[in-house]
């Protein structure tokens, strides 16, 4: 299964948004549907002189892509103004093939190589409200709107879409010539990230019907 | 959102599995659950001086999780012998409250930190073997054999499970006191990573029926 999302390649390179590889998409319209498709991002930076993740949610804004967290956490501190590179995946499917070898899954990755930034005042309360019009459009307007010390406690932070790359793999898997001869079962079993309908906080004291916007919330 | 999969606490601490932590369980029965439950894994480590992430699959023998790739991956070969961290994570449920701020997911996610090793020979060949038995059970002895080459292309890796945690956030959003009081509709929005039917390889040249084996594989 070596063919995995194995990005080996990609990372070696650290390319620019202009190289071609296979199954790899350097252009901005493949990387921003990953983005979209898939809120959920591990990112890696160093903290004590190791390498660590930060599992997180991202979204967009133009050509930038941002996550937040409390101002107090270390991770966010500990990759301000440093590298860390950005990995989206989904897993879209096992791939089985007649040889243990060409197993492979289905998938559509980006991954990203930058310097982190926090942003501050203005920015970071406009981008928190983007945030919401990315994963929840709608919602935003019916919130309790947040207050100073809320917006205190919360960092946001970003880095570029500049260096970096998309990869996808589909389809069915790829056997070795003669093995497409042996009486062994092969194909996809695909997989995807399902939404479900919304759960009434068991919590709720008012009678509130579910607002129309929640029909908007996408993923995969 | 700051409550969202910020794992800070747990990578500052780099606990033994003693700990104890809001939402954290450092007990091996809750890491072995999540490792099980999804297969993608996401690996940060040094390479050229920054963090980079390779994305891949896990498995779990014993004491350790093992992942895998070819033997000319640069990511592999400079993971070697070097720390790395390891996540899996679970996005479960998008939690809308009624203000920004405590709007949060559920998840189970597992951070392990340590250092990556090789393995080689017949270990590497039965890890092999027992990572077919972890994703698709019944699968290996149905397959055509690998032969030497194939092994040689590949590499097996490991790392112990000794520092780190399993983290896990399920349930309703817990609100400001004052803001129940708000006609604000709140709850959850369940997520899950759903197994469909297999489709069977377009490029098939026999017919041959599903297996029995294909039923047992589990995602989730």
Redesign the interface.
């Known amino acids: 299964?070596?063919q995995?999302?194995?990005?080996?390649?990609l990372?070696?390179d650290?390319s620019r948004l202009r190289r071609s590889h296979e199954r790899g998409h350097y252009d901005r319209e493949a990387i921003d549907a990953v983005l979209a498709a898939m809120p959920?991002a591990?990112i890696?930076?160093?903290?004590?002189g190791?390498?660590?993740?930060?599992?997180?949610?991202q979204w967009r804004e133009g050509d930038y892509v941002y996550w937040?967290?409390?101002s107090a956490?270390?991770?966010?501190r500990a990759m301000e103004g440093r590298?860390?590179?950005?990995?989206v995946?989904c897993?879209d499917g096992?791939v089985?093939a007649?040889?243990?070898?060409h197993?492979s899954?289905n998938?559509r990755?980006v991954?990203l190589?930058g310097e982190a930034e926090r942003v501050h005042g203005d920015h970071a309360a406009n981008s928190?409200e983007l945030?919401?019009d990315a994963?929840?459009p709608g919602?935003?307007e019916?919130?309790?709107p947040?207050n100073a010390q809320?917006f205190k406690?919360?960092a946001v932070m970003r880095m570029p879409i500049t260096e970096g790359a998309a990869k996808v793999r589909t389809g069915?898997?790829s056997d070795d010539e003669e093995?497409?001869?042996?009486?062994?079962?092969?194909?996809?079993?695909?997989?995807?990230?399902?939404?479900?309908p919304?759960?009434?906080?068991?919590?709720?004291?008012?009678e509130?019907?579910?607002?129309a916007h929640?029909g908007d919330?996408k993923?995969g």
Do not use: N
Not at 44 to 48: N, T
Not at 50 to 57: K, N, R
């Open positions: 299964m070596s995995a999302p194995d990005t080996s390649d990372k070696t650290r959920m591990h890696a930076y160093e903290m004590d190791a390498p660590s993740i930060l599992p997180t949610l937040h967290g409390s956490s270390r991770a966010l590298k860390v590179c950005l990995s995946s897993l096992y089985l007649r040889s243990a070898m197993h899954v998938f990755s991954m190589f928190l945030m919401f994963w929840f919602r935003w019916t919130l309790r947040m809320e406690a919360t069915g898997p093995d497409y001869a042996l009486p062994i079962w092969a194909g996809v079993l695909p997989i995807t990230i399902t939404l479900h919304p759960v009434d906080d068991p919590d709720a004291r008012l509130v019907p579910q607002p929640l919330v993923i």
